[in-house]
């Protein structure tokens, strides 16, 4: 069961020319929008260093974020549940982020998220001389954002030379 990371929002204007995001974005911040629930969206500045280290926790993307939203100038501030639904990279800087869509969620409702696989063993085919031939590398699971794992173990050390595994043959934990 993983915990929520914290991190802090400031809202922004929507109606900033690409001249102004670009230049926020050498300051390292990240233009982001939060949707969902039936709410406007708002659109944030995320700090870039925070919001890396928010992505190398051993949840990745599937993390669930407790935002802190301020409002520049006021001392005003809200609180949002969110996940992360997409990241936009700089295709030629893989570490530059150009934009992130946060989703708001409710930690009572189920949500579909995929799941990195991990294959764990030597198959007794592989000493035989067969090939491991690896097809998925995450599948889809539906839970609580609280109850998603970070990754599923698949073991594989009892397969001979042309047997499979499929989905089915998972184990995983309850409530998933």
Do not use: W
Request: aromatic share 2%.
């Amino acid at each position: 069961m993983q915990k929520n990371v914290s991190l802090e929002a400031q809202k922004r204007s929507s109606r900033l020319t690409k001249g102004e995001l670009n230049r926020f974005r050498q300051e390292d911040k990240i233009p982001a929008v939060i949707y969902g629930r039936e709410k406007e969206p708002v659109p944030v500045f995320l700090d870039g260093k925070e919001f890396r280290q928010v992505l190398s926790t051993e949840a990745g993307a599937n993390v669930v974020i407790d935002l802190n939203l301020t409002n520049g100038q006021s001392s005003s501030s809200a609180s949002e549940t969110v996940m992360i639904k997409d990241i936009q990279r700089d295709i030629l800087i893989q570490d530059r982020l150009l934009h992130v869509d946060l989703i708001r969620i409710s930690l009572t409702e189920k949500r579909s998220v995929n799941v990195p696989v991990d294959y764990v063993g030597e198959p007794v085919g592989a000493k035989e001389g067969g090939v491991v031939q690896v097809l998925i590398r995450e599948v889809e699971v539906s839970c609580l954002p609280t109850a998603i794992p970070d990754q599923l173990e698949m073991d594989i050390s009892e397969l001979g030379i042309g047997e499979n595994l499929t989905a089915k043959d998972l184990s995983l934990p309850e409530g998933v």
